[in-house]
C-alpha cells in the first residue's frame, strides 16, 4: 500500500508538471506570435522535424484564402444573411479541411458566425485569455472587421431574417389616388395561368374609399422604363459638374492629408500601447480580466483609425475614374434601366424616387426624387452650375464620347478592391 500511494503521489506530480511545461511551451510560443492550436479555415499549419529541428508555423492556404477574404467582404455589404452566405460560398466550391476523423464538408451557418468573428483573420489570436498579435498574414482589413463585427451585432439585436422580396417595384409605389402604398399581389388561375399585379392597400384593407383597381405590372414596369429615358443629365451639366466635384476634392485634399498624419499617429501610440499592455500581465503586473477589457477597448480605437484613414485618403486615379462613370450612368439612365437586373432595377428605384405613383395604366403620376438627384434636375440649380461654368470652367471642357453606355449597371457605389460586386440593398 505504501509503495502504491508513493507511485501514485509521483505520477500525479509526473502530469503536473508536465502539464506545466506544456503551458509554458505554448505560452512562450504565443509571444512569439506563432498560434499554438489548429489553424482556421484559411491557413495551414506547416511543420519541418528534418534534420532534428522543431520548426512549427502557419502559413496561408491557397485553396481556401480567397473564399475566406470575401466571405468577411460580402457579409460587411449587409446583403447576405449568414445562411445565405453560406450557401454562396458551398455554391464557390469552399469546404472545411477533413481531418483523420472527418470529412471535408461544407460550412454550416452556425459555424459562419464563428469565424467571423475569429480576430485571427486580421492577424492576432487570443491564448489563455490575452490577445497576442500573430506572426501569420491577415486575410482581411481591420476595417472590414469592424464593420462585419456591426453588422452581426445589429442583426443579433434585430433577429436575423432573410427577407424575400417577391418583386423588385415593392416598397416604391404609391397609389396614385390615395397616396397609400401598393401591395403585390401573385395569383394563380383555375386554368394554371400566373397573374401578377400591385393593389393599392387603402382599397384591399378598406382603410379609406379608393377605388383604384388593380394595377398589372407589365403595365407598370413599361411606363417606368420609359419615364427613365426622360430623366437623364445632359452633356453640358454632366461635363460642368465634373469640374466643380474636382475642384472641390483637390480642395479638400490638405484636410485629408492631416487627417491620414494624425491617425497614422494614434494608430502607432495604439500599437506602443497594446505591446506594453501585454508585458505587463506577463510580467505579473496586469490581471487578466483588465487585460481583455484593455485588448477590446484599444482594438476597437484602432479599427476606427483605420477606418477614418482609409476614408480620408484620396486615391485620385480611383476618384476620377469612379466621378466620370458615375456622371457618364446619369447620362444614359434609360439604356442603363432597361438592361438591368431586377435587384439593380430595385437598387435604382429606392436611391432615385422617394415613391413612384401610379395610376390604373400604369402610368406614372408623379415621382418625387431623392437628393441629390432632385438637385440635379432643379432648373435653379442647372441655371447656378451653368453660370459657374462661366468663370470656373471644367478642366476638361472637351471631354465627351460617342459611346451609349460607359458604366456597368452595378449601382451608383464606386467599386473598390474590397467590394464585391454585389449591389448594396440598402
Known sequence: MLLHGIMSSIAE?????????IIKGTSKKAQRGTYPGMAPVGYLNRQDLSGGNQLRWIEIDPERAGHMTSAFESYATGDYSLRQLAEALEARGLKARST????????????????LRNRFYIGEFTWGGALYQGSHEPLVSEEIFAKVQSMLESKALAGERTRKHEHYLKGTLACGR???????????????????????????????ACDLPYVWISEIEDHIERY?????????????????????AKRRTEKARQMVDDQRRRILALETE??????????????????????????????????????????????????????????????????????????????????????????????????????FHDEGFRG?????????????????????????????????PCMPCKCSAS
Open 100 to 115: 483523420p476523423k472527418r470529412l471535408a464538408k461544407p460550412i454550416e451557418a452556425k459555424h459562419l458566425q464563428r469565424m
Open 274 to 375: 497594446r505591446r506594453s499592455l501585454l508585458k505587463a500581465h506577463l510580467a505579473g503586473a496586469v490581471p487578466i480580466d483588465l487585460l481583455q477589457e484593455e485588448q477590446n477597448r484599444i482594438s476597437t480605437e484602432l479599427a476606427n483609425a483605420g477606418a477614418l484613414m482609409a476614408n480620408a485618403e484620396v486615391h485620385w486615379e480611383y476618384l476620377e475614374k469612379n466621378l466620370d462613370r458615375a456622371l457618364a450612368f446619369a447620362s444614359n439612365l434609360g439604356d442603363a434601366y432597361a438592361m438591368a437586373s431586377p435587384q439593380v432595377r430595385r437598387n435604382l428605384n429606392q436611391s432615385m424616387f422617394e415613391e413612384i405613383a401610379i395610376e390604373v395604366d400604369g402610368s406614372i403620376v408623379h415621382a418625387p426624387m431623392q437628393q441629390p438627384f432632385a438637385a
Open 384 to 416: 447656378w452650375i451653368m453660370d459657374g461654368a462661366k468663370t470656373n470652367p471644367s478642366p476638361l471642357p472637351d471631354r465627351g464620347s460617342n459611346e451609349a453606355l460607359l458604366v456597368e449597371v452595378r449601382g451608383f457605389e464606386p467599386l473598390t
Open 228 to 248: 427613365y429615358r426622360t430623366i437623364k443629365l445632359d452633356v453640358d451639366i454632366t461635363t460642368t459638374l465634373y469640374g466643380h466635384l474636382m475642384k472641390a
Open 13 to 21: 506530480f509526473y502530469s503536473q508538471n508536465l502539464s506545466s511545461e
Open 178 to 208: 390615395c397616396g397609400q402604398r401598393m401591395i403585390y399581389s401573385k395569383n394563380t388561375g383555375r386554368h394554371g395561368g400566373v397573374y401578377e399585379y400591385f393593389a393599392c392597400l387603402g382599397r384591399h384593407s378598406k382603410l379609406n
